[in-house]
């Protein structure tokens, strides 16, 4: 993504926090895998959006209206031997240079400069609870500063939650990140059609994993968006089944929730298919069943609409579906209101999508469901769940889990599957398994 974005989103966020502010925010640390091994680093999202700046060690800080520049970044000098063991890092020069730093900092100088950036500043917006090492330093700084009263230096009376502002900018999405956004859904896509094809009973689920992450890092995406669900049989019925070492069964289902992630930005693709090719008629009434409610779930989408419109259409037919297949009993609008459907569909319909693949954001706003607004993406995501030991339904039901899942794009005429390039209805998959 071009600096050209960052510098729009700061420009933004210095507007929200206002001249005689300060606004700050820091780098996700490394994290210990164990020993010397640290998990592969991934910046903490806010701190991205803003900076684009990609190490850890760093801080951030927005001061609006300052002359000698409002953007300042503290991060780690440039070090030749960390360099020759891990590889290019940006330094002080680098931070102004390709970062758009209007000044650059030592972050082992930040206890001596730090407080005197925060003298006679009225507020501090910074994303409080969330990093213990800076409440705490915050705190000191502040309180040295009100000990210096009578040298007419006055401390911050107030702080202020960053992400009430930064999480309202996340929600809607530029030309930039969309277009991440498709190419990380496209090649999520390409994912899903993969295995769909290589699919076979015998193969163990972490073997469909596998042919999963390979069409990603084919394609330059090494990261996933979060960890891959491929849940074979009875064990779709585990909504975030995560263990992936089950054999495939011939006359099972294989559900497979995963997604790519792309500069980080995050797709989130859901299908489940016939592990032998053919759906059982069990199967196929519960599978258009699911596939009906996220039809009319996604038709429910466009601006101007409550979030929760698309949860109730999906309900409603899901309901229906269920008393017409014999898995409920009763009025469909009584089963609804005493959520009877809950024992089959114990969800919701979606979540925000975005750089975190639960993105930020408010459902309701004054305990009203918010409204769609062009920009916003989520996730259409209806399922049924028939536990095995479900005694209430005849055993041909039993342990069978089913979900299917979009990323959709709020557009100013309605909206847009981004991820539409995967086999969806009962004939587009059986031809496409059949024709391995």
Not at 297 to 324: C, F, R
């Amino acid at each position: 993504m071009k600096q050209t974005e960052f510098k729009r989103r700061r420009k933004q966020i210095m507007q929200q926090i206002g001249k005689g502010n300060l606004g700050l925010i820091a780098s996700a640390p490394h994290q210990t895998r164990n020993r010397d091994v640290d998990y592969p680093y991934r910046q903490d999202s806010d701190f991205y959006y803003l900076t684009g700046f990609n190490e850890s060690g760093a801080l951030a800080v927005f001061i609006p209206g300052r002359e000698q520049g409002e953007y300042i970044l503290f991060c780690r000098e440039f070090d030749q031997k960390k360099a020759l063991w891990e590889g290019a890092h940006s330094g002080l020069e680098g931070a102004t240079a390709h970062y758009g730093a209007d000044d650059s900092f030592p972050i082992d100088d930040l206890n001596d400069i730090l407080p005197g950036m925060l003298e006679n500043k009225a507020k501090v917006f910074y994303p409080m609870g969330r990093d213990s090492d800076l409440d705490h330093k915050l705190l000191e700084w502040i309180n040295n500063l009100r000990a210096q009263s009578r040298n007419y230096i006055s401390a911050p009376g107030e702080l202020v939650s960053l992400e009430h502002i930064l999480h309202e900018m996340r929600m809607f999405k530029s030309a930039a990140e969309l277009k991440l956004m498709r190419h990380a859904g496209q090649v999520s896509a390409r994912a899903h059609m993969r295995v769909m094809q290589l699919c076979k009973p015998g193969m163990y689920e972490y073997q469909i994993e596998a042919e999963i992450v390979h069409e990603f890092m084919q394609a330059g995406l090494r990261a996933v968006a979060y960890p891959s669900i491929v849940a074979a049989g009875k064990n779709a019925c585990v909504l975030h089944y995560v263990h992936n070492n089950a054999k495939l069964r011939r006359g099972d289902l294989l559900l497979v929730d995963a997604g790519a992630e792309c500069d980080h930005y995050a797709a989130d693709i859901t299908r489940t298919f016939p592990i032998s090719g053919k759906f059982s008629r069990e199967q196929k009434l519960l599978y258009q069943l699911v596939l009906d409610a996220q039809l009319a779930a996604i038709a429910e989408i466009y601006p101007g609409n409550p979030w929760n419109k698309a949860h109730e259409a999906s309900v409603q037919v899901l309901t229906q579906g269920l008393v017409d297949l014999g898995l409920l009993m009763g009025d469909v609008e009584t089963l609804i209101k005493d959520e009877k459907y809950k024992e089959f569909y114990m969800h919701r319909i979606g979540h925000w999508l975005g750089m975190d693949v639960h993105d930020v954001g408010d459902y309701k706003i004054n305990e009203q469901w918010r409204l769609l607004e062009p920009g916003m993406v989520l996730t259409i995501e209806p399922g049924l769940y028939v536990q095995p030991d479900c005694e209430t339904v005849d055993p041909k039901w039993r342990g069978i889990g089913i979900r299917i899942e979009d990323d959709v794009l709020v557009t100013k005429q309605g909206h847009e599957v981004l991820t539409s390039g995967v086999a969806k209805t009962v004939a587009e998959i059986e031809a496409l398994m059949q024709a391995k």
